[in-house]
């Protein structure tokens, strides 16, 4: 598959030749499931959407029963700038429900495969964009984050996946799932088409209160992979992880020594307090987000005997068991008598998470972390719902902390599937961050 930066020197018939080269390729590879459908919007270069992002005239369901049927009335701000830089909304993927999930398993459209070995996920919940990547079906594509929802699938499946600071990139159009986590970024082949495709998405929008009213925060043009950077790392963090994802961190770390950065050691706050304090906000926000899908304002309506047996059963047969699992926790946490024992001292843990990063970064210009605990699981491995949570053990600290991070592929295991690091910048220091991802992904190649 071309890279992002190849497919921009294209000509229109060139391209225009090249999507229907790829429509055929998709069409050949059914099993993946990565694509809900193909449409296409536009003449310019084709990048995979997800389903919890609006394009006007699709159907846009967030992978959920309880909105099959509705299409989107007008685009999300990403798609218009998409659209005004040449570049076309080609594709809808799949996605965990409400992008509640590590696996996409939990799709109302099934699950979708992992590229690189079909009996593994291939993560969550962007894992449709980050299976048509990693199998040559799209050039690039759009994913979310809310804990880890592109840099998770990234990793599993061995692409590159970047979140973007909270505020950098317009969360206008986007289907909310938790709404002070949720970010909107690309999933590419490599670092410098990710960076080409943050810059046509990043940029204040006053569509977006929550939006961050900032000067210029384009990189790829002053991309600087010998630019020496020091770079904290954390042994300690990484205790618990696989033998494959220690090894890939031992590796990274001599990569980017070699490179001339200054590697630094530090600590992290137990990762058990972040999966606290993430689980808590995160589901009290969906709990007020989807509140909305009730058959009578929004959502697929499913008549009752009256107006209470509506709403039960629209979002019983609406929402899968993962959203709705989400949804009690999510009431529970905010209602009476729990409130100030829950949501507030989980707030609390949030600013002490933020804190801690702040301090680290006022002597750093990176932290290294894996991404997961272990590499692309096979289906049904985490039948258990909070076996599920905590494989996001080293990724929901960013979104909490509202932080800019990239997952790289930086070894393969000895099962055959790619292990990703992360590295993680301090707010809107994107150009530190891909300075320092594109030098560790050159120096990995030249070790081969």
Aim: aromatic letters at 8%.
């Amino acid at each position: 598959m071309i890279t992002l930066k190849e497919a921009l020197k294209l000509s229109p018939d060139e391209l225009s030749k090249f999507k229907e080269e790829l429509k055929v390729k998709i069409s050949a590879y059914p099993e993946l499931n990565g694509y809900i459908d193909v449409e296409n919007v536009g003449e310019g270069i084709p990048i995979a959407i997800k389903d919890n992002i609006q394009v006007n005239g699709w159907s846009v369901t967030s992978g959920s029963n309880i909105l099959k049927g509705y299409v989107a009335p007008y685009n999300a701000t990403v798609i218009e700038k998409l659209l005004a830089n040449g570049l076309s909304p080609f594709g809808r993927t799949n996605m965990d429900e409400f992008a509640m999930g590590s696996t996409t398993e939990s799709s109302c459209y099934g699950k979708t495969l992992n590229p690189l070995n079909h009996n593994c996920v291939p993560g969550g919940s962007s894992g449709g964009s980050a299976a048509v990547v990693a199998a040559g079906l799209a050039i690039a594509a759009l994913g979310s984050d809310t804990g880890g929802s592109i840099r998770q699938p990234a990793a599993f499946c061995g692409i590159v996946g970047m979140k973007p600071t909270y505020g950098r990139v317009s969360r206008y159009g986007l289907g909310a799932y938790a709404s002070s986590l949720d970010q909107i970024g690309p999933m590419t082949q490599n670092v410098e088409d990710a960076a080409i495709l943050y810059d046509i998405i990043q940029g204040h929008d006053p569509k977006d209160s929550t939006s961050a009213e900032l000067g210029e925060g384009k990189v790829s043009d002053k991309l600087n992979a010998a630019r020496p950077l020091k770079i904290a790392i954390v042994p300690e963090y990484v205790k618990d992880a696989s033998l494959e994802v220690r090894n890939a961190y031992t590796k990274a770390v001599t990569a980017l020594e070699n490179a001339g950065h200054t590697i630094i050691e530090k600590t992290l706050m137990d990762p058990k307090y972040d999966i606290s304090a993430y689980y808590i906000t995160a589901t009290a926000e969906a709990t007020t987000n989807l509140a909305r899908y009730d058959g009578i304002r929004y959502g697929n309506r499913v008549e009752g005997e009256n107006l209470k047996d509506t709403f039960l059963q629209t979002r019983s047969q609406g929402f899968g068991p993962e959203v709705q699992r989400r949804i009690m926790l999510g009431n529970f946490v905010l209602s009476s008598g729990y409130y100030d024992a829950y949501y507030v001292k989980a707030q609390k843990v949030r600013s002490l998470i933020q804190a801690e990063y702040n301090k680290i970064f006022e002597e750093v210009d990176l932290i290294l972390t894996p991404v997961a605990p272990r590499t692309a699981y096979e289906f049904g491995a985490l039948s258990d719902p909070l076996e599920m949570y905590l494989s996001d053990i080293y990724t929901i600290s960013v979104n909490l902390a509202g932080l800019p991070a990239i997952s790289l592929p930086v070894d393969i295991a000895d099962n055959g599937m790619p292990v990703g690091l992360q590295l993680i910048a301090k707010a809107y220091d994107e150009q530190a961050l891909f300075d320092g991802a594109l030098s560790l992904e050159n120096q990995l190649k030249i070790k081969g």
